[in-house]
DNA sequence: ATATATGCAAAGACTTTGCTATCGA
DNA sequence: TCGATAGCAAAGTCTTTGCATATAT
C-alpha cells in the first residue's frame, strides 16, 4: 500500500513487537509506551509512535483507526472485525469471517470511487459495563 | 440514546442547523464554523463544538465518527453509509439501503456485548484523486 | 427572572516533528 | 561506514472547558 520498507530492527522496535504480541487486547501508543518503558526505560513516546506507524506501514502489525479519538494497534494481521465498548472504549475482536461485501458492490460503484477497503464496526455495551449498570457513552 | 434535551433554540444553533443543511456534503467543526462565521463574525469555535455536540446528541444532526482523526457532520439523520477519499479525505454518502446484519448476529452474541449498532465504512479513492494520479493515503 | 448559552482564551488529549547523537547492517 | 533511528522537547491539530456576560423562554 506504500513503500517496500526494509526495516532495520532497533531494540525498541523488536521490544514493541514483544509487548504487543503478548497483549490480547487492542492497546492504544500510550499503553504500548508503559509496556515498553518497562524494559526501556529510557525509550521515548515519539519513538513508539513512529514505530507503529513504520510497523503498521509495513504490514506487520495493525492499526485500528475506529471511530472517536485515539488510535489502538493490533498483532494480528488478517481481516477480522472489532467490537468497541462505547462506554469503556474497550476493543474487542469478532470471530468469525468476514461477509464479503457482494451487495455493496454496485451502490459504490455508483459513487465513482474505486474501493479499496471495507470495515465493519460494532458498537456496543461489554459485559463488564452492563453489570456495572453504565448505559451512557464515554468512550 | 441520551437525555431528552430540550434544546434553546438561539441564533448561532438556527445558522448551524441552516448551513450544515445546505451543504451537502459531511463538513468537519471546522468548515461549519467557517460557514457560520460568515454570517455570525464574532461566533466562537467553543460554541460550535458545543452545539454540534448538544444537536447530534438531540438527534437532529448526525455525528460521523469515521475513523482516523477528524470528526464530521451530517444533516441527514437516518442509517445510510459513507465512503471516504483515502487520499482527500472526503466522505460522501452511499446511497440505498443498509443490509441488515442477520449474519452478524450470531458472532456477536458470543463476544457477551450488547449490540447497539453496526457501521460500515468504505474506504476508497474518489474520481478527483484518482485523476490526479495521487494513489497513497495522505488524509 | 433565571437557567442556559455565548465569547474568549486557556487548557487538554493525542500525535507529529526538528534536531543531534547514536546505532544497526 | 553512513544512512536510518533514537531521545528529547517543542510544536501541531483537533476538541474541550472555565468564567463572566448576554440571552431565550
Redo the contacts with the bound molecule.
Sequence with gaps: MMEP?K???????QVILEELARLHTHP???EIYGRVRMR?P?????????????LSRSGMIGKIEIAG???HFDSERGAHRHIRCIRCGRIEDIPGEQVPPECDRDAIRATGYTLIERRVEFLGICPACRRAGRNEPDA
Tied chains: 1, 2.
Excluded at 7 to 13: C, K, L, V
Excluded at 45 to 54: A, I, P, Q, S
Aim: aromatic share 8%.
Design positions: 520498507y526495516i532495520r530492527m532497533t531494540r525498541q522496535r492504544t501508543a500510550d526501556l529510557r525509550v521515548s513516546l515519539g519513538t513508539v509512535y513512529r514505530n507503529l506507524e513504520l479519538r485515539q488510535m
